[in-house]
């Protein structure tokens, strides 16, 4: 949630100049369906985003919509859709069976991204 609010930040500051390489969300808890927000997280990026995540993470499915009374579908249990090419969807659901799974899977997981 923090890395996509500053990608968004930092496209505000300078629209035209990446500021970073690369970004990977693990499970994260950001909305899904706000185009227009991912637009501007991918501005911020030279390289790719990595939306990583799991439709088994049972947090974000039941907690994350429960407090946002259901108006925000969490991009980490699915993919996000309508972005640019740079916005690059990955499937973990083999992987992460709970919320908590991210970190002790943090090698397997940059791996499978082909960056570790």
């Known amino acids: 949630?923090?890395?996509f609010f500053a990608l968004q930040a930092l496209a505000a500051k300078d629209p035209v100049k990446p500021f970073v390489n690369n970004a990977i969300l693990m499970g994260g808890a950001v909305g899904r369906t706000d185009t227009e927000a991912w637009?501007?997280?991918?501005?911020?990026?030279?390289?790719?985003i990595y939306n990583c995540y799991s439709n088994?993470?049972?947090?974000?499915r039941?907690?994350?919509q429960a407090a946002n009374l259901g108006r925000s579908k969490p991009a980490g249990?699915?993919?996000?859709?309508?972005?640019?090419?740079?916005?690059?969807?990955?499937d973990f659901s083999d992987l992460i069976e709970s919320h908590n799974d991210w970190k002790p899977n943090l090698a397997h997981v940059l791996t499978r991204l082909g960056v570790a």
Do not use: H, Q, W
């Open 56 to 60: 088994r993470d049972l947090v974000l």
């Open 39 to 48: 637009g501007s997280a991918t501005s911020a990026v030279s390289g790719d």
């Open 1 to 3: 949630r923090v890395v």
């Open 77 to 90: 249990i699915g993919p996000v859709k309508g972005c640019p090419e740079s916005l690059k969807n990955m």
């Open 62 to 64: 039941f907690l994350y």
